[in-house]
């Protein structure tokens, strides 16, 4: 059949007799032809190119900032700039992608969901840039820009203990992340490194969210022998770490990476704050995607930046 009526078959427009339009699309599947909006975007005098940023939540104020950072970036080179939210949800990011690919975005720069992610590697093999920040991708060798998780998390544990603490508490909100399960190998270390013993009884990575992390922090202090301390190790636990403190009024020294933002929790500040820098992730993240635009073929590259650090107000001794 002429082009024309393959082109209305696929588009849903009238005038195609429905028989033809059901055999135009199985020869679509059969192919794996997937439609080019981008190129439609071109005929119609649209932009060049397009990228896709794929973030975990955009209200979380982690993300928000690389979400800032990558635009920044992006904006000089007048790129089309694509975004979505996952929530953590494999499945959903999966479909994300899907989307994105089939607009034939040119890059994808994502802060990626748990779970395998080897259905990137056919499409990164027939050209699309995908950069990974905060968090690598399971399954597949691209470029990620990352921080000493790790490392991190075990000076948190040294300067705590150098405070003379010995009952150390650990809690995150989703253990299934690469940062949490990396934080938490740092959290071991730093016990160790210490003298100190791991009490699972003060250990919960799965906390569920802000609420369900301030109940786990009110349940340990209730122990006969309870923490004296605790590590936050994603920003959300460490807000309802921190809220858990304020609402009982106990003395407890809490250690989170990235600091919550709210001004009722000024009152009880973390003594020590691991920064990841989001900005920096961002706009490391969208660099590497540049290179890659702009024709550089190396191999892939894992960047690991320092953590940053910063002592607050002493909440107990």
């Known amino acids: 059949m002429s082009l024309k009526t393959a082109s209305r078959a696929m588009n849903g427009e009238?005038?195609?007799a429905a028989a033809t339009a059901a055999r135009v699309r199985e020869a679509a599947r059969d192919m794996g032809f997937r439609p080019n909006h981008l190129a439609r975007s071109?005929?119609?005098?649209?932009p060049s190119a397009a990228v896709g940023l794929v973030l975990s939540s955009v209200s979380d104020p982690v993300f928000a900032a690389i979400s800032g950072a990558v635009e920044r970036v992006f904006a000089p080179r007048e790129l089309q700039l694509l975004s979505a939210s996952h929530g953590d949800d494999p499945e959903r990011q999966r479909c994300i992608v899907r989307t994105f690919v089939e607009r034939r975005l040119d890059a994808i720069v994502?802060?990626?969901?748990?779970?395998?992610a080897s259905y990137l590697v056919d499409e990164i093999h027939h050209g699309l840039v995908v950069v990974a920040v905060d968090r690598p991708l399971e399954g597949v060798?691209?470029?990620a820009g990352v921080v000493d998780n790790r490392g991190g998390a075990g000076e948190a544990v040294a300067r705590l203990a150098a405070r003379g603490h010995r009952r150390i508490a650990a809690i995150g909100v989703d253990g299934r992340l690469w940062t949490v399960r990396e934080r938490f190998a740092g959290y071991l270390a730093g016990l160790e490194s210490a003298g100190l013993a791991c009490d699972p009884d003060l250990v919960d990575l799965d906390c569920g969210d802000v609420a369900g992390t301030a109940c786990a922090v009110r349940r340990v202090l209730q122990f006969a022998d309870p923490p004296t301390a605790v590590v936050a190790l994603q920003f959300a636990a460490g807000r309802g770490a921190v809220h858990a403190v304020h609402e009982t009024g106990t003395a407890l020294d809490v250690a989170v990476f990235?600091?919550?933002v709210e001004?009722?929790?000024?009152l009880t500040p973390p003594v020590v704050v691991v920064e990841s820098g989001p900005d920096r992730l961002g706009t490391l993240g969208a660099t590497m995607a540049l290179e890659r635009l702009d024709g550089w073929r190396g191999p892939s590259r894992r960047v690991v930046l320092p953590p940053l650090y910063r002592v607050t107000t002493a909440a107990s001794a």
């Open 14 to 16: 009238y005038g195609v």
């Open 42 to 46: 071109l005929a119609a005098g649209g």
């Open 110 to 116: 994502l802060v990626p969901a748990p779970g395998d």
């Open 141 to 143: 060798d691209a470029d």
């Open 258 to 260: 990235d600091e919550p």
């Open 263 to 266: 001004t009722d929790l000024l």
